[in-house]
C-alpha cells in the first residue's frame, strides 16, 4: 500500500547551511488524544529562523529533517479515540511549539489540549497569527508577574508582531504600557493603546522611562540590562529571548552540565538585577488550549485585535522567513496553506 504524503517546509541540519525547503512528508497519523487539523494558514514568529540556525538545539529536539513553524489554523479532519472536545468540520487554532513536530505543512498532528476553537470573528489567516504571542503575552502577565491594575509594563518593540498584542492585552488587564519603535510607528501603536512611546531613533529608553513594575524582554544585545534602569526596586524582567537561566534548566530537567553552561550565560543580567532588588527570569511558551479559549473570548468581544503585516502563499515560504528575519515586520506575518 502506497503511503500518503504531504507537502511540508523544512530543515536539515543546524547552522549555516540548513537546507530549508519543501519535501514530501509523511502524512502525520495521530494518537488517541490527537486531532489532525488541515492546515489553512500559519502565523510565522522569531524562532522560527532561530530553530533551524540551533540558537535552541540543546533544548529543542527534532528528528530531522524536521518540519518548521509552530502556530497554526485550520479545520480538523481526524480525531483520536480519547478526544472528547473536538470533532471533524471543527475550525480550530493552536500552538505546537515545542511538542516535537512543525506546522508549516497541509496537515499537522495537534495534541487536543494545545489546540481551541478559533475566534468566531476571524478567519483562519488572523487566526493563525495569534497563537504564540497571545499565550506567550498571557503567561508573562497573568503567571510570571501577575500584572495588576494600575501597574506600568516596557513592551519594548511595540510594533511587531508580539508588541503589538501584548500592549492589547496588557491595557486590557488595566495596565499602563511604555514601549519603543521607529519615528513611522509612532502614533499608530499609540492608537494600540501604549501610553507612553519612545522614538529609538531619538531617543534611548532607559533615560525616558522610569518607575516600571515589569518590563517583557524582547529585544536581543544590551536591552535587557539598559531595562533594569526604568524599573522599581521589586520590579520583575520576563524575557523571551534570553539569556536561558538555571531556573530553566531545572524546569527542563536538563543534564548537570547544561545547567552549569546556563548558569554561566545568565550570570552577569542575574546578579545585575540582585544587586537593584529585581528579578530575572526566562520564558519559553507552553501551548495551552483553555487559554486560547479565553483568549478567543477577548477577541470575539473585539477587546484585542490581531495586526497583520504581510501574508505570504505558501510556496513563498522562504520569502516570507526572510522579511520576518529582518525585522521590520509590523505585526504578525502569516503563510497561507491553502484557500479558504
Known amino acids: 500500500m502506497k503511503t500518503r504524503t504531504m507537502k511540508a517546509f523544512t530543515f536539515k541540519r543546524y547552522g549555516k547551511s540548513p537546507e530549508l525547503g519543501f519535501e514530501e512528508s509523511d502524512y502525520p497519523s495521530h494518537g488517541d488524544e490527537d486531532i489532525l487539523v488541515k492546515v489553512y494558514a500559519v502565523g510565522l514568529n522569531p524562532i522560527d529562523n532561530m530553530i533551524p540556525a540551533g540558537t535552541f538545539k540543546p533544548v529543542l529536539h527534532f528528528k530531522l529533517p524536521a518540519t518548521l513553524g509552530s502556530d497554526l489554523a485550520g479545520v480538523v479532519v481526524a480525531t483520536g479515540s480519547r478526544v472528547t472536545r473536538f470533532k471533524p468540520g471543527d475550525e480550530v487554532y493552536a500552538s505546537i511549539f515545542d511538542t516535537g513536530t512543525g506546522s508549516l505543512a497541509e496537515y499537522a498532528r495537534v495534541h487536543e489540549s494545545h489546540a481551541a476553537i478559533k475566534p468566531k470573528n476571524l478567519d483562519f489567516v488572523q487566526a493563525a497569527s495569534l497563537p504564540m504571542v497571545s499565550l ?55 492608537r494600540l493603546g501604549a501610553d507612553e512611546v519612545v522614538d529609538y531613533k531619538k531617543q534611548e529608553f532607559e533615560q525616558v522611562l522610569r518607575d516600571y513594575d515589569v518590563v517583557l524582554g524582547t529585544l536581543r544585545g544590551d536591552a535587557i540590562e539598559k531595562s533594569t534602569q526604568i524599573l522599581k526596586p521589586g520590579g520583575k524582567i520576563v524575557s523571551l529571548i534570553g539569556p536561558l537561566d538555571a531556573d530553566f534548566a531545572r524546569a527542563r530537567h536538563l ?51 490581531p495586526v497583520i503585516d504581510r501574508v505570504f502563499p505558501f510556496t513563498k515560504t522562504q520569502e516570507a522567513l526572510d522579511w520576518l528575519q529582518q525585522g521590520r515586520a509590523k505585526g504578525k506575518v502569516v503563510v497561507k496553506v491553502q484557500q479558504e
Do not use: C
Request: proline share 2%; no cysteine.
Open 136 to 190: 506567550t503575552s498571557w503567561q508573562a502577565f497573568t503567571e510570571r508577574t501577575s500584572l495588576q491594575a494600575g501597574q506600568k509594563v516596557f513592551i519594548p518593540a511595540g510594533s511587531g508582531g508580539i508588541g503589538s498584542f501584548a500592549i492589547q492585552l496588557a491595557k486590557h488587564l488595566g495596565a499602563k504600557t511604555g514601549t519603543t519603535t521607529s519615528t513611522a510607528n509612532v502614533e499608530w501603536v499609540s
Open 255 to 305: 543534564n548537570i552540565v547544561l545547567r552549569l553552561i546556563l548558569s554561566l550565560m545568565s550570570r552577569k543580567i542575574v546578579r545585575l538585577t540582585k544587586k537593584r532588588g529585581l528579578h530575572y527570569s526566562f520564558h519559553f511558551v507552553r501551548p495551552d488550549g483553555n487559554q486560547l479559549s479565553h483568549i478567543a473570548s477577548l477577541i470575539e468581544a473585539e477587546h484585542i485585535k
